[in-house]
């Protein structure tokens, strides 16, 4: 069992920056792709980005491309997301996940682990 717990919202104005980070316990860390989603009142919970546990590849959606980074410390048993120039419309709660498989890709159903989420609000 994996335990996630993230922290770094809060409230920034657009084009600001903010750094969140998930700090994960219980079993290895650095055997799990770590994924961030995020969900927005009345929408679905969304893709983000994620980074495998195998090379630390990457992905991304498109929505975020060339502003988020992800990034672990397998040492830290941490996962960061850095947002830069962020817009309105990344407002959303954010979730940390975890999975097993080394690309899980953007499914939420792949991802076994969750943790209860961080609030992200981007004022215009």
């Known amino acids: 069992q994996v335990q996630l717990v993230e922290s770094g919202g809060g409230l920034v104005q657009t084009g600001g920056s903010l750094r969140l980070s998930c700090a994960a316990s219980?079993?290895?860390?650095?055997?799990?792709?770590m994924g961030w989603f995020r969900q927005a009142p009345g929408k679905e919970r969304e893709f983000v980005t994620f980074?495998?546990?195998?090379?630390?590849?990457?992905e991304y959606a498109d929505s975020v491309k060339d502003r988020f980074i992800i990034s672990r410390d397998n040492a830290k048993s941490t996962v960061y997301l850095q947002m830069n120039s962020l817009k309105p419309e990344d407002t959303a709660v954010y979730y940390c996940?975890?999975?097993?498989?080394?690309?899980?890709?953007?499914?939420?159903?792949?991802?076994?682990?969750w943790g209860q989420g961080t609030q992200v609000t981007v004022s215009s």
């Open positions: 980074i495998r546990w195998s090379d630390s590849g990457t």
């Open positions: 996940a975890a999975a097993m498989l080394i690309s899980p890709g953007r499914r939420w159903s792949q991802y076994e682990h």
């Open positions: 219980g079993r290895t860390f650095s055997r799990y792709t």
